[in-house]
């Protein structure tokens, strides 16, 4: 089993849609969780970072993680085209190693 | 968010000969460094940890004498792909982590690198 379990997608929606991205995990270890943003042929970029259970709100972004299921979501409200990308979740034990686990990602596609 | 600078963001070259990559934190002080790997349209697999001034710990599968890691510097961490192969050819992308004021990870552009 991996350890973070992302569906690869692709999604599709249009233009104005509330968009639901999820990533669930198995190691109880993991305190940091991170979602990225990644266009072809680019690196990631952080879009959103959470430490503890709970909702945390940045825009039209919110990241929500529920530890208690190991169930992480980022939602996107009023999506747009320029929003098609990869996501992927990431998350990391707070230990000397600091090690990013990432989950396969979802491919986005925002419809005009 | 802070910047991570990785250069060259494209190379050829050509079997049998070494490329170096490196990876830059630019207004932090990176703890540990992280390269990945990428391939078209799957997910970045870690290949190697480094800590500055420690060696590198390599993931399971990744040859350590291959993939050469340095991390001077608090600020910079080098990639060095040895007697390079065409299976080789692939996106590899640097990740500079910080602890304070939040423990966090930031990318790097990426490197494209096609071995002929």
């Known amino acids: 089993q991996k350890e973070v379990e992302q569906d690869p997608g692709p999604l599709s929606v249009p233009e104005g849609a509330i968009v639901s991205l999820n990533c669930t995990y198995s190691?109880?270890?993991?305190?940091?969780f991170m979602w990225y943003r990644q266009y072809s042929r680019k690196g990631p970029e952080l879009l959103m970072y959470?430490?503890?259970?709970g909702n945390k709100e940045d825009g039209r972004f919110t990241a929500q993680v529920d530890k208690s299921s190991k169930y992480i979501s980022l939602f996107i409200r009023d999506s747009q085209p320029s929003d098609s990308a990869t996501y992927l979740c990431?998350?990391?034990?707070?230990?000397?190693?600091?090690?990013?686990?990432f989950g396969s990602g979802t491919r986005l596609l925002v419809r005009p | 968010g802070a910047v991570v600078s990785q250069h060259p963001s494209r190379v050829i070259c050509k079997s049998g000969t070494s490329v170096k990559i490196e990876c830059r934190s630019l207004?932090?002080?990176?703890?540990?460094m992280f390269w990945y790997r990428q391939f078209p349209k799957q997910s970045l697999m870690l290949m190697a940890t480094?800590?500055?001034?420690?060696?590198?710990?390599?993931e399971q599968g990744v040859e350590k004498d291959k993939f050469l890691i340095n991390h001077a510097s608090l600020t910079l961490s080098t990639l060095t792909v040895t007697s390079a192969h065409p299976e080789d050819s692939s996106f590899y992308i640097c990740?500079?982590?910080?602890?304070?004021?939040?423990?966090?990870?930031?990318f790097g552009q990426g490197t494209r690198l096609t071995v002929v």
């Open positions: 207004d932090f002080q990176a703890t540990t």
């Open positions: 480094s800590n500055e001034g420690s060696k590198a710990t390599y």
């Open positions: 190691n109880s270890a993991f305190q940091y």
């Open positions: 990740s500079a982590a910080r602890r304070t004021p939040n423990t966090e990870a930031f």
């Open positions: 959470t430490y503890s259970s």
């Open positions: 990431a998350m990391a034990r707070m230990d000397s190693s600091y090690k990013l686990i």
